[in-house]
């Protein structure tokens, strides 16, 4: 007997196949009992008729529990009606597990619970078109960057020191001293730039941020470029070509699980670079227009990246923020040097920022200065420094969050969705 995933199912229309999984829900009417099977790949139901099928399997689905292993054997029949569009006629089935008590039934349930619950809420049909759309921009992202001839640079998750300070770092014992848990590959990549050109990193980062927000995770993958070269302009059209690149990704790959999950795609249609663009300074002007409170130098909270975000259809790039509010390794601004070449990209509908970046300083004298002037020890930076020192470029880079950005694709409300095993605040378990 031909085994099969549920996923390629039309391939065996009018034949006999065995399917493996799991018991989603069952129910009987009389001398009909419906079987719903999940495999990991999709949804089936099985059908079998008493008297058409042996006695012993028609009564074994009687002692079936949701969530029971088992693989079911019978004839694939086109079904338009079926939500599924293919529907099994059961001749005989085998139980691999009788399942316990499954505690996450079909009935809605608190959040709380849930998370507690993770690693079964895994199986939830909502959880699974979630995760698919993640998967789907991870894949997306290593094409472009790969089509692109970026070199893959893995930067390491144990380090000395940290980019912007120690306030977020989460600490561990290294034999006699202490290690860090890398918030950023950044300064990592820029020195591989040198030896490659174009770079970028992907991995899971750490941050000990004590807020508890729908958009902080205290630990979350980054995606980071870095490119020998480029210029602040540079650096903005390489994120609207990459965004929009993973945006059309996710519609041609993800439809189904977009449409379950009832996401508008007309707004993801709008994604095309290039972005609705506002500098720091004429964004705050228009804020306080307005009437929301903030002033010249102080830092976008997430209700004011929403607000700004609503100025615009597509994304929208925020650039040349104060260098007083930003890390020393900015480029100053060509023309005011109180400002800085950075940018940030804010998601539309208000899922917020969603990318980071600068142009990064390459003169030497300036940001020997600048590390000094923001307290941080020169000597744990000379290796970076050396960057500055053996044939020193402009350059440019960012960071794009993965589950931020998986919240904004597949509408999740909080970020703890959108990634297998969330780490937050007040949760380490499972
Ligand atoms: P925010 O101001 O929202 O905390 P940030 O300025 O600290 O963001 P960056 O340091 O620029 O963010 O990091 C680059 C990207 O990483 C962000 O645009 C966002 O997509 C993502 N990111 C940052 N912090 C978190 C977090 N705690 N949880 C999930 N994603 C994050
Ligand atoms: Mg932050």
């Given amino acids: 007997m031909t085994t099969a995933y549920i996923s390629e199912i039309s391939k065996y229309e009018g034949q006999d196949v065995t399917l493996k999984g799991w018991l989603y829900n069952k129910r009987s009417s009389g001398k009909i009992k419906f079987i719903i099977l999940r495999d990991g790949t999709g949804l089936i139901q099985a059908v079998a008729v008493k008297g058409e099928i042996e006695d012993k399997y028609f009564d074994l689905i009687e002692e079936l529990t949701q969530e029971s292993s088992l693989a079911v054997t019978g004839t694939i029949r086109e079904d338009k009606r079926s939500p599924w569009g293919y529907e099994m006629t059961l001749k005989s089935l085998e139980v691999v597990h009788i399942a316990e008590e499954y505690p996450i039934s079909l009935k809605e349930h608190g959040t709380s619970f849930l998370m507690d619950n993770r690693h079964l809420w895994l199986r939830s049909e909502g959880q699974r078109h979630v995760l698919r759309i993640r998967h789907e ?116 790959k993800c439809g189904r699980e977009l449409d379950a999950l009832e996401r508008d795609k007309t707004k993801l249609e709008k994604v095309k670079a290039p972005f609705g663009r506002v500098t720091y300074t004429d964004a705050v002007e228009r804020l306080k227009k307005e009437g929301i409170e903030i002033e010249w130098g102080d830092d976008f909270g997430a209700e004011h990246e929403t607000v700004i975000g609503s100025w615009f259809e597509t994304p929208v790039v925020i650039e040349k923020y104060p260098a007083k509010i930003k890390p020393f390794y900015m480029q100053p601004d060509a023309e005011n040097p109180d400002l800085v070449a950075n940018m940030d990209v804010i998601a539309p509908e208000g899922y917020g920022e ?35 020192r053996y044939g020193s470029v402009p350059h440019a880079g960012f960071g794009l969050g993965i589950e931020r950005t998986v919240a904004w694709l597949s509408g999740s409300k909080h970020i703890r969705e959108t990634i297998p095993y969330p780490r937050m605040l007040y949760r380490l378990y499972p």
């Fill in 137 to 252: 921009i991870i894949q997306s992202i290593r094409q472009f960057y790969y089509e692109r001839g970026f070199t893959l640079i893995d930067s390491p998750i144990l380090t000395p020191a940290s980019v912007e300070g120690t306030s977020t770092l989460f600490e561990t014992d290294y034999f006699d001293g202490k290690a860090y848990l890398s918030q950023s590959g950044q300064l990592y990549l820029e020195p591989a730039i040198a030896a490659f050109g174009k770079v970028y990193c992907f991995g899971p980062t750490f941050r000990a941020e004590k807020s508890k927000t729908r958009r902080h995770l205290q630990e979350f993958w980054m995606v980071e470029p870095e490119v020998a070269f480029n210029d602040h302009e540079d650096n903005i059209k390489l994120a609207e070509e990459f965004v929009s690149y993973i945006v059309a990704w996710v519609l041609e």
């Fill in 354 to 388: 969603i990318i980071g970046g600068s142009q990064r300083d390459h003169d030497l004298e300036r940001l020997k200065k600048k590390v000094i002037a923001q307290g941080l020890p020169l000597e744990s930076y000379e290796w970076y420094l050396d960057v500055r």
